[in-house]
């Protein structure tokens, strides 16, 4: 049994209500958004970005700092291929196990490296203090959750049922969480092509989020 919600429920987006956001609104054109946690990656990185250049697919990656140090590269080319970028800390820091300072601080220092105003918490992991004390720093941060979590980080599960978690509840406005990390590898590797192109027989749009 799984400990984590692949489809969020519509009670728990009350929380940081108008604060954080866990969807987006429908447009005129049916859009999703996938988003990739952790990277950039050497290996899953640039597998990502050959699907979604196939697919003409856009989406955001949510970086870790210090993986943006060790793979600059790979940062470039997500921007260089028209990805968003986001910033998911500097240490992949749970946010319910260190002090406001800290995290904030911690978030500052991956900016230093991440240039956007898109963040998303390590594990989903953030307190009302927090989420307000970077809205006083910066009111221009946006603070992502998600909508549909494909469990691609969950070892207890394979690939095919990890594509099974996105595409029996992805709908347009979805905001999607894959990795780009070791973990993840097997999984996401097999889930991605399905998504994608589940997502082209449906003539949905797949878009960054906004930074």
Request: proline residues 6%; positive net charge; charged residues 20%.
């Amino acid at each position: 049994m799984t400990s984590y919600w692949v489809k969020t429920p519509w009670w728990v987006k009350k929380f940081f209500s108008g604060e954080v956001i866990w969807s987006m609104p429908e447009g005129d054109q049916p859009t999703v958004y996938l988003t990739f946690d952790d990277g950039p990656h050497p290996t899953a990185t640039p597998f990502i970005l050959d699907q979604l250049k196939q697919y003409g697919a856009k989406a955001t990656f949510f970086c870790i700092g210090k993986n943006v140090q060790e793979h600059p590269e790979l940062y470039q080319r997500i921007a260089a291929e028209g990805h968003a970028a986001g910033n998911h800390t500097h240490n992949h820091m749970n946010g319910w196990k260190t002090t406001t300072r800290r995290y904030i601080r911690n978030i500052l220092k991956g900016a230093l490296h991440i240039q956007s105003k898109a963040f998303r918490p390590p594990y989903g992991r953030i307190t009302l203090t927090q989420v307000r004390t970077l809205h006083r720093n910066n009111p221009d941060w946006k603070i992502y959750m998600w909508d549909v979590l494909s469990g691609d980080f969950d070892t207890a599960i394979d690939g095919a049922k990890c594509a099974e978690n996105v595409l029996n509840n992805i709908e347009p406005g979805s905001i999607v969480v894959f990795h780009d990390s070791d973990k993840a590898w097997e999984r996401m590797s097999y889930a991605l092509p399905l998504v994608l192109e589940h997502c082209k027989k449906m003539n949905w749009a797949m878009k960054a989020l906004p930074n």
